[in-house]
T-cell receptor
Framework: GDSVTQMEGPVTLSEEAFLTINCTYTATGYPSLFWYVQYPGEGLQLLLKATKADDKGSNKGFEATYRKETTSFHLEKGSVQVSDSAVYFCALRVSGGYNKLIFGAGTRLAVHP | DVKVTQSSRYLVKRTGEKVFLECVQDMDHENMFWYRQDPGLGLRLIYFSYDVKMKEKGDIPEGYSVSREKKERFSLILESASTNQTSMYLC??????????????FGEGSRLTVL
């Protein structure tokens, strides 16, 4: 079945460091891919998305490119801030309607001044 | 802005109690979802609904039921709570095919502890 695998956390970085969070997926067809972020005490919110191969999603300085050949959708940011501390979830949309998403396990990011 | 409201942020219940978790959305979304979130497991889909009175099982429906009597409201029911149902429960909603972004809109979550 469809699945999403994320790198385990926590990831601990200093402010202004470069961030990569790896995400790979298994799916039939060509699913839409998403990154969601969960700040402390809040629900998940959409960070960025890509709907087809080679699409690049971007938002708030974060980027991810849909790589069909490696079935990956790695999240990157050039210079993280303390305010980026959160849990990040990679997700794919299941084919067959109803807009169902399958999520990875989540990666906790802690950024220190 | 879309708002998804979950009735209780924190609940403590005893084993065997019946538990109701309520979720209301204000965007006239067709789809509503209940996930549970556990460390190391991410979000797992319990049930979803694509219309009033319509429901489909997700990946982990055992021990849960749902009710959708009105379009804006989706309830998760634990008929007889057990300690392994201690978790964070997240409600989400979306348009039927996801709209322009395919986005799910989430509530803030309900943290349930079963003693």
């Amino acid at each position: 079945g469809d699945s999403v695998t994320q790198m385990e956390g926590p990831v601990t970085l200093s402010e202004e460091a470069f961030l990569t969070i790896n995400c790979t997926y298994t799916a039939t067809g060509y699913p839409s891919l998403f990154w969601y972020v969960q700040y402390p005490g809040e629900g998940l919110q959409l960070l960025l998305k890509a709907t087809k191969a080679d699409d690049k999603g971007s938002n708030k300085g974060f980027e991810a490119t849909y790589r069909k050949e490696t079935t990956s959708f790695h999240l990157e940011k050039g210079s993280v801030q303390v305010s980026d501390s959160a849990v990040y979830f990679c997700a794919l949309r299941v084919s067959g309607g109803y807009n169902k998403l399958i999520f990875g396990a989540g990666t906790r990011l802690a950024v220190h001044p | 802005d879309v708002k998804v409201t979950q009735s209780s942020r924190y609940l403590v219940k005893r084993t065997g109690e019946k538990v109701f978790l309520e979720c209301v959305q204000d965007m006239d979304h067709e789809n509503m979802f209940w996930y549970r979130q556990d460390p190391g497991l991410g979000l797992r889909l319990i049930y979803f609904s694509y219309d009033v009175k319509m429901k489909e099982k997700g990946d982990i429906p055992e021990g849960y039921s749902v009710s959708r009597e009105k379009k804006e409201r989706f309830s998760l029911i634990l008929e007889s709570a057990s300690t392994n149902q201690t978790s964070m429960y997240l409600c989400a909603s979306s348009w039927a095919t996801g709209g322009n972004t395919g986005e799910l809109f989430f509530g803030e979550g309900s943290r349930l502890t079963v003693l």
